[in-house]
């Protein structure tokens, strides 16, 4: 008889975690410890937690003084507030994704959705999530039921997190013709959906199927309405003492699953009892045996094959006759048959370098289907040898979830009867030292299978090593593509950047920007888009170009640019380059030239007295040459020109202060404020006669002026120094003799500069 387990049996992650943290709060002492409810749906495993210690009670109430662990079906808010209320000790024990889904029901009710759960109303996840949800909260238990709901404006669905999808999914239908908006979140564990998919297939595949689990577990109940959807015979036992040898007298082929609060040594007793019942079945039933077959029924309120209460097994039963010898060499045979295919098995798809092939090499070839065989083989053989399960095989990468992060190593649910563990050094190529740099509970990863089980059961996983065969799956799709990738900066090296890819990929230093780049170290940690330009897979070679990147999307701007461009325009830009003669803006891949007499009204003597590179500003687009692709810029022309009141501020017969811009054989031009100057002629230098301007001024002198002559549409002003120094003279000689006269002064004399002189 061939006994088949199917994956995912047994404790799930987060009762595993339960059970765990139960374990090393019993360890420390310190008072008693008490679970609300029992910890697992499972007997055999709540009797042993009592002999432990951990005491089960119902109420908070019942509690008076110690410790108090929550279940990983998880507690209202009231419930953690009554309890910190009593002041007791909390361990939360919470399964992470029985937390999410709680996460989810809160924050739909926070945004005014009606919430709606898919489960089982009294189940204490469930009554944990409404209470987390809220007031109001409807719970239904399948798509009858959602029906009979009224319609509503926004309705948002979560699970029960060990919920078949198919039921969600029709809740969903149902709900969506009720509600104006509709958001769904799938909040079904994963494990639980593999879990009761493989348990489908298996059922499938053999002549009977045997669950084992707590009789008030809800998912070990759905696990036994899926089998006995497939017509296969199926029964529900809680431990190996209830199995019948008449169930398994027909059978050729067993498949055991278990619920999630199901623990493994108790699905192993089941096994071993199974495999016991095969060794008797080997010799053929005799006429009283037969007779006592024919009336068994089955267990009470069992049914077999989903819909018939026991007879047709007993039918079976009856019917039962030793297999000729030809078919049972052919069975045994093509066991045999298996087990070399699985030994055998494909080679794994990325011919690993040589550092990988080595490590990959460690462990043992999983077994195959295991026939009973004479008395005391199946000792010699060892439990997990002979019951046939779905392996992991070195080299594959598969998908998990990290359920728990040590300081050495990262536990990852991928389904199997075990959760695999990652060790530090296998998390990442860069160095890490701490585990959550790189990966958070929770996190969907894919892992690499080193070992599919090591000496306690556990798959060695690989973090590192599914990178690298996905890295470079993407680097040679990038590669023969030319699709661009994005990668982080992770050191300086020598002549360039290290980035991660999955591998290690360098960028050389003159591949990092389209010009030069001083400082590479400020690249560190920044994602970077980059093309692969060079890969040899066997030399572990990867070389990227930041600059191919750059380039093409330079030319792409610059020929939509150079489309948009029009005399006229206003455009952003950023300074570029300062030279002696102006400033280059670039304007979107095409760099403009801004003149120096362009930048202001005013003298400026060099860009960088006005301007500085990096700078982001608005310019004017003055002239578009695209046949000699030139673009003249002017940023003076968006601001006020000075020149348009000038005549207004500057009245003929006003006195300013002015500074000497530069001599000229005729005169002096004296600007009076940024973007006015005017032309002082020689013959205004002095009330004498001037040759030469630079016997009197020099440029940067700050002179008194006089205003002879405004023209605005010329831009044109006249001005004298000569006269300005006269009329200063007269003033103050008035001024002295005012004084002198010992206060017999007039208010004209007193006040009137104040008419005659005015400043700008």
């Known amino acids: 008889m061939e006994i088949r387990r199917a994956p995912h049996a047994g404790f799930c992650p987060g009762v595993r975690r339960a059970i765990r943290l139960a374990t090393e709060e019993l360890q420390k002492g310190g008072g008693p410890l008490y679970s609300l409810g029992p910890l697992v749906h499972h007997p055999g495993a709540v ?30 808010p009231e419930v953690f507030a009554s309890l910190a209320a009593r002041g007791l000790a909390i361990v939360d024990a919470t399964c992470p994704r029985v937390r999410l889904a709680q996460q989810a029901a809160q924050a739909l009710a926070a945004q005014g959705y009606q919430v709606v759960i898919v489960g089982d109303k009294e189940h204490p996840e469930v009554l944990a999530m409404a209470g987390w949800a809220g007031p109001g909260t409807l719970v239904v238990a399948d798509a009858a039921e959602a029906s009979r709901l009224p319609a509503m404006e926004k309705v948002g669905v979560v699970a029960q997190t060990t919920q078949p999808v198919e039921n969600l999914r029709q809740v969903a239908e149902v709900l969506r013709k009720k509600a104006k908006e509709l958001r769904v979140e799938d909040t079904i564990c994963q494990t639980t959906r593999r879990r009761q998919e493989a348990a489908h297939n298996l059922a499938r595949e053999v002549d009977v199927m045997v669950v084992v689990g707590g009789a008030a577990s809800a998912n070990t109940a759905r696990l036994v309405d899926i089998c006995r959807a497939t017509g296969t015979p199926t029964y529900r036992i809680e431990e190996a003492q209830e199995l019948c040898p008449q169930w398994l007298a027909k059978a050729s082929r067993v498949g055991v699953t278990a619920g999630a609060s199901t623990p493994d040594w108790i699905i192993e007793e089941v096994v071993r009892k199974m495999l016991e019942f095969g060794e008797r079945k080997e010799e053929q039933h005799s006429p009283a045996e037969a ?10 309120g069992e049914t077999v094959g989903g819909e018939d209460d026991g007879s047709q097994m007993a039918e079976t039963v009856k019917a039962a006759e030793e297999k000729p010898a030809a078919e049972a060499a052919e069975v045994t045979e093509a066991a045999e048959a298996n087990r070399t295919e699985e030994k055998e098995g494909p080679v794994p798809e990325e011919a690993a370098p040589a550092e990988e092939a080595s490590e990959e090499a460690v462990g043992e070839a999983p077994p195959g289907p295991v026939q009973a065989t004479d008395e ?34 990262v536990l990852v649910d991928v389904g199997g009867k075990s959760e695999g563990i990652i060790p530090l050094s296998e998390l990442s190529h860069r160095r890490v030292e701490h585990p959550e740099e790189v990966v958070r509970v929770g996190d969907e990863i894919e892992v690499f299978v080193i070992r599919p089980e090591n000496e306690e059961g556990h798959p060695i996983l690989s973090k590192r090593r599914a990178d690298r065969r996905r890295g470079w799956e993407r680097l040679e799709e990038a590669f023969r593509t030319g699709r661009e990738i994005e990668a982080e ?45 060079e890969l040899d897979r066997s030399k572990n070679k990867v070389v990227l170009s930041r600059k191919a990147v750059l ?23 950023i300074v570029r380059r300062l030279t002696n003669f102006g400033a280059f803006i670039d304007l979107g891949g095409v760099d403009g030239l801004l003149h120096i007499s362009e930048i202001s009204w005013g003298r400026v003597d060099h860009p960088r007295d006005a301007l500085k590179e990096g700078q982001e500003l608005e310019v004017k687009v003055l002239n578009v040459d695209r046949e000699r692709e030139r673009v003249s810029l002017g940023l003076k022309q ?15 017969g006003t006195i300013v202060d002015g500074k000497v811009l530069r001599l000229a054989p005729f005169g002096a031009f004296v600007e009076v404020e940024p973007g006015i100057e005017g032309l002082v002629h020689i013959s205004q230098l002095a009330d004498r006669r001037v040759e030469k301007p630079e016997d009197v001024l020099k440029a ?44 017999g002064v007039t208010i004209g004399e007193l006040v009137g500069d104040l008419f005659e002189e005015r400043q700008p």
């Open 47 to 76: 009797r042993w937690l009592a002999e432990q210690g951990l005491q089960p009670v119902s109420e908070p109430a019942a509690i008076g003084e110690g410790r108090v662990i929550i279940r990983s079906h998880g507690a209202s």
């Open 291 to 300: 007779a006592n077959a024919e009336d068994w029924k089955g267990w009470p």
């Open 376 to 409: 005391g083989e199946n000792e010699a053989v060892g439990l997990e040898a002979m019951v046939t399960s779905y392996h992991l095989r070195r080299g594959d990468i598969i998908k998990g979830t990290v359920v728990q992060i040590d300081n050495g190593e």
């Open 489 to 533: 900066a992770i050191e300086v090296v020598k002549g360039g950047l290290l980035v991660d890819v999955g591998v290690r990929g360098f960028v050389p230093a003159s591949l990092v920007e389209r010009g030069y780049v001083e400082n590479l170290a400020n690249y560190v940690g920044k994602t970077l888009r980059l093309k692969v330009i």
């Open 551 to 573: 380039e093409e999307e330079y030319q792409r701007q610059r020929e939509e640019t150079w489309a948009s461009l029009a005399e006229g325009q206003v455009r952003k830009g």
């Open 638 to 652: 968006l601001q006020p020109n000075p020149w348009d009141t000038a005549a207004e501020r500057y009245p003929v």
């Open 700 to 743: 940067g002198d700050v002179v008194p002026v006089k205003v002879l002559a405004v023209d605005q549409l010329a831009q044109r002003m006249s001005l004298s120094v000569k006269e300005a120094q006269k009329e200063r003279g007269r003033k103050a000689q008035a001024r002295e003799q005012a004084e002198s006269n010992n206060g």
